[in-house]
């Protein structure tokens, strides 16, 4: 079956570094990607679509200039954290759409565990 | 706006069946999809359903879905200390193809020995 990949998995970060978060979908082409975001014990929101080849849609409450995301290739989004805060603690998670054909089907990556100390 | 609301627990002995219910409001969505998400992991896939469907069965899965009362339920049969995860209701408010689903707040299933 299709798989998306992010990595890393985890990382530990301190406050006022950036962290860039890669999202691969690594058996199809995706031409759109989504980056959600997941606080303990509560469900996924939607941070922002990414499409490659143009700029992401972002979701309204999340900052453009905070969630720096990039879609070069049909297989690689690209999340950063800039000047990352304990605040944005958190789980992200991509999922990727098929380029074409397909269900609607969305299959996720296995989610990256962001800390700021 | 786009709600999709699930109870937040079950709890069921081992081999018993589990149901799971998720009420959504838009009634454009097209596709509905449960999904499993294990302690500290991401989330796969369990099964989906068109909105022109009421049942779909996948071995141990049984999904209804009455659209006319906006509901979904995850039937899990003979269910397994495996299956205690956290379950997510979604629906893709009528985006087709696009992938942007929207969540419910996800159910807690514990199933105990």
């Known amino acids: 079956g299709a798989v998306v990949s992010q990595h890393p998995s985890r990382v530990i970060c301190k406050s006022g570094t950036s962290v860039k978060i890669e999202c691969r979908s690594l058996?199809?082409?995706?031409?759109?990607m989504f980056w959600y975001r997941q606080f303990p014990k509560q469900s996924l929101m939607l941070m922002a679509t990414s499409n490659e080849g143009s700029k992401a849609t972002y979701e309204q409450g999340v900052e453009k200039d905070k969630f720096l995301i990039n879609h070069a290739s049909l297989t690689l989004s690209t999340l950063t954290v800039t000047s990352a805060h304990p605040e944005d603690s958190s789980f992200y998670i991509c999922s990727a759409v098929r380029a074409s054909g397909g269900t609607g089907e969305l299959f996720f990556g296995e989610g990256s565990r962001l800390t700021v100390l | 706006g786009e709600d999709v609301e699930q109870s937040l627990f079950l709890s069921v002995r081992e081999g018993d069946s589990s149901v799971i219910n998720c009420t959504y409001t838009d009634s454009s969505s097209t596709y509905l999809y449960w999904y499993k998400q294990e302690p500290g992991a991401g989330l796969q896939l369990l099964t989906y359903?068109?909105?022109?469907?009421d049942m779909k069965q996948d071995q141990r899965l049984t999904v209804l879905l009455n659209k006319k009362d906006k509901h979904l339920s995850l039937r899990i049969a003979d269910t397994q200390t495996g299956d205690s995860a956290i379950y997510f209701c979604?629906?893709?408010?009528?985006?087709?193809?696009?992938?942007?689903?929207?969540f419910g707040q996800g159910t807690t299933l514990q199933v105990k020995p």
């Open positions: 359903i068109f909105s022109n469907m």
């Open positions: 058996d199809f082409q995706a031409t759109t």
């Open positions: 979604a629906e893709n408010g009528g985006s087709g193809n696009t992938g942007k689903l929207i």
